[in-house]
């Protein structure tokens, strides 16, 4: 016999692990709107629009700009799978895990991939991949902006677009983390395939995933020789289904294509400039304070990312037990990261809605409570006032 | 500049298509329930429940009962690029468009696709799928149990699934239009891999695709030759994330997971022969209902899906100029359909939430002012009365 099974009743966290972030809940009520057949002229309009803000907030003016019906992974391996062909040859900047998943993708849809590396918690040297693309004339670039699994920043895109220009080599970011949090200039970079997650600065709910790209990719996704294996993930196919010609596709998902709508919406009335500001003091408060608790930062000072905030774990504090502490007593979640990093750092989002002051007040207390508790030396107080003071002096 | 986008503000539509549907309010309040971590022991609890209400509705004690965090396509293209070779004999039991989308799904992963065909409009003969079998020795059969497109529930899969079984192929079905709406017996039909949709009779908006299969299909999905080409539709990493094990994978859709949970929940509380018989009760009255207004009906009658009822157009009724009145003029929004059909015939869903007498009403209403406004010869309240007939006879 079945089993009743009861109401959803999900406790209320603040999530500043590395994605999902709490929504604004303005995204939340919009998603509850009245749901939209696909092809309702009031349901295309609401597409219309969300290519329009996207384009926005990638700050271009390519045409085909949408969103993939998955999370950032599916918008990431729609670019890889409509770009490469059995054969092409990718390189991949990798210096993290989603280096790695750039790897993976290209490996799986026929790529001969070839590596310019970093230790974890370093970045790419843009001369080295320009050293690369002399060496191997790879047909298509990847290169992971905002690598969340270190906390760390690729720097110098701009001169890595050029590079790729010069090298006639398309270039493929992953912005998930950055986009909507501090500058992906996608023109004036000249990014040619871009794309992003919407759980993350954009402030959505996970299962969308924004991307944009120019018309040196378009060329190269319509005239393959080879037919794209993936149907869902076909840009051939979705950019007809995202445009005036309505190609019959999947169907959209309405609530969330609200939620991502109204997200992005709030991301423009908010202004660019200020919301990265606002993820940037918000950042290095977070770090400032953690400083002040003697709590040492992990990976090159010189290229953290703002909105993840990566922390030696002290010495002592037991990683899974130490997160279930901060989230049963506190109800704050952070995570872990992967393979060499996992159980030594813990990374602190502060993205979207909760890149304010006050989760930054929030976390540091609670772990201040939580590393005191597993007998760690973290003196009382230290950190928020530290963060408050960095925060008060860049507002000032 | 950038120019300012106005609040979401979508109108309230019957949606009478093919899906979305209406969805249960309920479902839209779930999903905007505070947002939780995809690795917080709350939110796998709740990933815990969504496969165990699967396994329910899906009638199968398959430990793989999860969902594809993409529609009901990337349901299907997970379950072919899962199982599917290059080089593989595939079987496509086709007579409408999704099963020249699984043909599509097949070929694009390398499979040699042969095919059995009826006519849109009707239904395979097992006998056909046998011979076939003994043939052309195919490794998976697809077949699609609710061919959306023309209306027609293919029968006897109890039959196809004994065969399947006897030639020692995989049998795969497309149950996006029907689960949640009529039986679909996975494991006594001997199913060995099936999917859905959550945006029909499920009742939850677009965006998620329950999946299930057995320990036959897992076997072929764990021991290929060859990897799977797709990352985020490969089922062997996902059924490692759905598990004990929560290898990291995709974030995991959030809000539209709360959705589907309570739109299982939903189903499972109201009993799933209360709902198959409303869902039934519900498409025969509106069928009833057209033939009283004098409107043919499409397809088989023998094999006429309960959930979609697709009727000719009449004479002189012009398809998008017809649909845009409906929608406009009474809020009612019904679906042409593909191919050779499109512009003859409107397909009428009554799906989840809809499947009532008073979605039947409405919308036959709405159809005599508008198919009488064109000048259809189509008599006042007739179609009302021989629903509302048909309904209550069945109730008592």
Redesign the interface.
Known sequence: M????G???????L?C?T??T??DPRV???????????F?P??TA?MT?VM??GR?VFRTVNPRTFAI??????GM?AGI?SLVEPGDRVLVANCGRFGD?FV??AT??GGIVSQVTAEWGKVIDPQQIDAALQRTRPKIVAVVHGETSTGMLQPMLDEIGRTCRRHEALLVVDAVVTLGGMPVDTDAWQIDLGSA?T?KCIGC???MAPITYGARAEEVITSRKT???????DLAQLQRYWSPERL?????????T??L??AL?LI??EGLEARWTRHQRTGDALKAGLEAMGIQLFGDPKHRLPMITAMMLPEGVPDEEGRARL?EEFGV?V?TS?GPLRGRIWRIGTMGYNAELRTVLTVLTALEHVLRSFYARVPRGAGVDEARRVYERAAS
């Open positions: 079945s089993h009743l099974i109401e959803l009743s999900p406790p209320v966290r999530l692990g994605g999902p709490n929504p939340l009520r919009a998603m509850g709107a009245p749901v939209l057949g696909q309702d009031a349901f609401i629009d329009e803000l926005q019906s998955g999370t950032g992974r599916a391996e799978a998943l993976d993708l799986r849809y997650g759980q709910p996970s299962g037919p794209i294996i993936s149907n869902y993930l019959n596709h999947h169907t959209l998902p309405t609530s969330m609200y939620g709508h109204e919406r423009v009335n989230l979640e995570a992967f």
